[in-house]
């Protein structure tokens, strides 16, 4: 037995421990042979300038810029209720008295 | 919150639409008719000046100003009503020069899309006439308003969905 032989031996020994790595290794072996199963976009079925892909990467688009959309209205919405609300509060609660009592002149002796 | 599920409910029919319509190298397809955009282009300022008025009469709600509140809130329903009363017209003539539901994929998104608006815009309509009768029996004043407000928010929602789904459907 070689030096090379030994070496090999005692890592294929170390490797076949961990019984789990061959069916792992077999499987992405398989699934590389096979480009098209490891596909990572779903809507990538047909080529560059395509009018169908496009439609799809439009749509997709559209909604998911739909939500963000949304939220962002209706917080603009808040928060303009908010300022409006605020400046009627300013305007009703004024310094100035609701009514100038009487008797307030009368007793201050004016 | 229930405007934000509206809108997304509208997102994902506008979503199917522009599937089909980018994806279509001919659009409308061959052998069907073409859509009234004068016709409901003026519709949609009719939609768009109910939406002014309804503004209006919160306006004037805000000030106690009960005539003129129940004034603009009869002409939102006026405009909303005629609005639907268009569309169905326009829909009974698309339908007898053959464009249904059944006939194309065309047919289909078009009904889908405008007949879903045109139910919520019937929807917003009756709740509006609800309020208006409310207003008249004096319901609403400067310090309770909430009915007429939310209503209002409702009927703007449905008026500014509009003009995007004219512009996808008819003019794009």
Avoid at chain 1, 30 to 35: D, E, G, H, K
Avoid at chain 1, 85 to 107: C, G, V
Avoid at chain 2, 22 to 42: A, D, E, K
Wanted: contains cysteine; positive net charge.
């Amino acid at each position: 037995m070689t030096v090379i032989d030994r070496y090999a031996s005692f890592w294929l020994d170390k490797f076949m421990k961990h019984r789990w790595i061959v069916p792992l290794c077999s499987g992405l072996l398989a699934v590389l042979a096979n480009p098209l199963a490891i596909q990572a976009c779903s809507v990538c079925i047909t080529d560059a300038h395509d009018p169908t892909m496009d439609a799809f990467n439009w749509s997709v688009f559209f909604l998911m810029a739909a939500p963000y959309t949304v939220v962002v209205s209706i917080a603009g919405a808040l928060f303009f209720g908010y300022r409006r609300a605020a400046a009627k509060r300013e305007q009703t609660e004024t310094t100035e008295p609701l009514m100038q009592l009487a008797w307030n002149d009368k007793e201050s002796g004016r | 919150m229930f405007l934000g599920a509206e809108a997304m409910f509208f997102a994902g029919l506008i979503g199917a639409y522009i599937v089909f319509r980018v994806g279509s190298t001919i659009w409308p397809p061959p052998f069907q008719p073409r859509l009234p955009v004068g016709v409901t282009g003026v519709n949609t300022l009719i939609l768009i000046a109910s939406a002014v008025t309804m503004r209006w009469s919160l306006k004037a709600v805000r000030v106690n100003d009960r005539k003129r509140f129940i004034r603009y809130l009869a002409y939102t329903a006026v405009f909303g009503g005629i609005f639907l009363l268009i569309q169905g017209f326009e829909w009974l003539r698309l339908i007898h020069f053959g464009l249904t539901v059944s006939s194309s994929v065309y047919g289909g998104l078009f009904y889908t899309l405008i007949g879903f608006h045109g139910l919520h815009v019937f929807g917003a309509l009756i709740w509006l006439l609800v309020v208006l009768m409310r207003a008249k029996q004096g319901r609403f004043s400067r310090a309770s308003y909430v009915g007429v407000q939310t209503c209002g928010m409702y009927w703007t929602f449905v008026v500014a969905l509009w003009p995007v789904l004219y512009g996808l459907v008819y003019l794009y």
